[in-house]
């Protein structure tokens, strides 16, 4: 194991309460519609189009827009981008980092790249 592995493995400690906090309420809603959306925006670099979002979390665009609003309405989604046409939502950035240590923790190979896996 070279330095920079154990230093990332620092940074992502599980024992962490907001971490173990954060995985309690991720297993007990882990197929709720928002969970997924939330997971789905938190791997992503930008923002995602409400089209996007549901061709990848497997939902209706209707049912992703109510979802949106509920978590934009407690502070979880922003959004990023907005035109008549076309609305652009991203996670905010501290939940973000919230998630996506909890996935590196609990799930290490779920964010795995393309360059890593081949």
Not at 83 to 89: A, K
């Amino acid at each position: 194991m070279n330095l920079l592995r154990k230093k990332e493995e620092v940074v992502v400690d599980c024992k962490d309460e907001a971490l173990q906090f954060l995985r309690r309420i991720l297993e007990m809603y882990q197929n709720d519609a928002k969970i997924r959306i939330l997971l789905y925006l938190a791997d992503l670099e930008r923002p995602a189009s409400i089209r996007k979002i549901a061709r990848n979390v497997g939902m209706s665009h209707k049912n992703v827009i109510k979802h949106l609003d509920e978590l934009k309405n407690v502070g979880l989604v922003e959004v990023a981008y907005k035109q008549s046409n076309l609305t652009l939502y991203k996670i905010t950035d501290n939940i973000r980092l919230w998630v996506l240590s909890f996935i590196r923790c609990r799930f290490p190979n779920l964010l795995a790249t393309d360059s890593e896996s081949g």
